[in-house]
Nanobody
């Protein structure tokens, strides 16, 4: 089975930095794109940033210039470097993968729309 496991959340003061990691585990052959989404209390889940296997990136306007998404294809891991954090960045951050090709019982197959369980980021003012 394929799973996404996030790490790196925590409590930080405004203006500080955090780095989130998300590792995809399993007998993975390839991942088409990965990204980060967040959901603040009482709000809908929103896109933060995405990156393709070819390292094409996309950012929400609210994080441009402050957050950087990167991908280690060899480790099947996506990172989110968050700088100049603001209290409004407080949310549960979720890792997402669009399509993952993997081996099961010696056969190559794939799945789509994978989500991690989330990691909480709290920014104090």
């Amino acid at each position: 089975q394929v799973q996404l496991v996030e790490s790196g959340g925590g409590l930080v003061q405004a203006g500080g930095s955090l780095r989130l990691s998300c590792a995809a585990s399993g007998s993975i052959f390839s991942i088409s794109a990965m990204g980060w989404y967040r959901q603040a209390p009482g709000k809908r889940r929103e896109l933060v940033a995405t990156i393709t296997s070819g390292e094409r990136t996309n950012y929400a306007d609210s994080v441009k210039g402050r957050f950087t998404i990167s991908l280690d294809n060899a480790k099947n891991t996506v990172y989110l470097q968050m700088n100049s954090l603001k209290p409004e960045d407080t949310a549960v951050y979720y890792c997402h993968a669009d399509r993952i090709d993997y081996y099961r019982g010696g056969t190559r197959t794939y799945g789509t729309d994978y989500w991690g369980k989330g990691t909480l980021v709290t920014v104090s003012s």
